[in-house]
């Protein structure tokens, strides 16, 4: 093998080992940096971040048709509006909630569906001031 093979494979093998060594170092960086108490990493829809937009009653019903339709579940507030037409148990359950207290509707039909509550999540708007 010529001198060129040789500088070859050694350059390869440096450029390797330069990726390997700022891989190690970006997850210790990681490691030794966990979040502060409090801190919040997100998982969750970015939605949750409405949670400090507040409604009152009279606010949500207001939107009780099927174009706007807000409704409450647990004192929380959800924007039903895009979720209508989706709903796998039909736009006609969904659209009697408009503007309403729907806690007691959804608790009895999804209270144990995770999938129910998760959707729900990605579609919440703000809390209830009252
Ligand atoms: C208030 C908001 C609601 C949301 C976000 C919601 C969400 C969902 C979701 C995500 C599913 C699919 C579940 C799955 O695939 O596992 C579903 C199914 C269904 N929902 Fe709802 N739902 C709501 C209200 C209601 C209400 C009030 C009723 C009945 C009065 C209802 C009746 C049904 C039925 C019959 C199904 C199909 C069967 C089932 O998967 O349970 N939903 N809903």
């Given at each position: 093998m010529n001198n060129k093979v040789y500088w070859l494979i050694g350059g390869i093998i440096v450029i390797i080992g330069i990726v390997l060594v700022s891989r190690w170092t970006t997850r210790e960086a990681q490691r030794n940096n966990p979040p502060a108490d409090g801190q919040v990493i997100r998982t969750s829809p970015a939605s949750e971040e409405n949670i400090g937009v507040l409604f009152t009653r009279s606010d949500v019903a207001?939107?009780?048709?099927?174009t706007s339709c807000y409704a409450i579940v647990s004192g929380t507030v959800y924007d039903l509006t895009s979720w209508i037409g989706k709903h796998p148990g039909g736009p006609e359950k969904i659209i009697p909630l408009c503007?309403?207290?729907?806690t007691a509707a959804f608790s009895k039909q999804h209270g144990s569906s995770t999938k129910a509550t998760t959707t729900l999540a990605s579609l919440l708007i703000g809390s209830l001031s009252q």
């Open positions: 207001t939107h009780n048709s099927a503007g309403t207290d729907a």
